[in-house]
Nanobody
C-alpha cells in the first residue's frame, strides 16, 4: 500500500504562481510514472503533466510553457511549478503515482486533491 500527500494549493491572482508538492509513502519498491491531473467543476479529470522514472515530461497543451513538473526520486516526490496562472487553471489538482509495492503489486494511487483557485 502507498499513500500520497499533496500540498501547495490555494488562491492566487491571475499571472501569479503556485507550487504543488506530492510525497509518496508506504510499502514502496519502485515508483514508475508520477504526475498531476486536474478537475474543474462540471468537467472531466484531465492530465496536466506526467513523468516516467527517467523520461521526458509530458504536458497538456494548455499548460505548456507555463507549468513545470519535476521529480525527486530520493524523496519519492513530484512537484508542479505553475506560473502565469489564468482563471481557466482553477480546479482541484490530483497527484498520482504508479507504484510497485514491496509485494511486487503495481497499481495507480491518487492523492486527495488540492484546490487551486485563480482569480481574475
Amino acid at each position: 500500500q502507498a499513500q500520497l500527500a499533496e500540498s501547495g494549493g490555494g488562491l492566487v491572482q491571475a499571472g501569479g504562481s503556485l507550487r504543488l508538492s506530492c510525497v509518496v509513502s508506504g510499502s514502496i519498491f519502485s515508483i514508475n510514472a508520477m504526475g498531476w491531473y486536474r478537475q474543474a467543476p462540471d468537467q472531466q479529470r484531465e492530465l496536466v503533466a506526467h513523468m516516467l522514472g527517467g523520461g521526458r515530461p509530458t504536458y497538456a497543451d494548455s499548460v505548456k510553457g507555463r507549468f513545470t513538473i519535476s521529480r525527486d526520486n530520493a524523496k519519492n516526490a513530484v512537484y508542479l511549478q505553475m506560473s502565469s496562472l489564468v482563471p481557466e487553471d482553477t480546479a482541484v489538482y490530483y497527484c498520482y503515482a504508479d507504484v510497485t509495492s514491496t509485494g511486487r503489486n503495481t497499481r495507480n494511487y491518487w492523492g486527495q486533491g488540492t484546490q487551486v483557485t485563480v482569480s481574475s
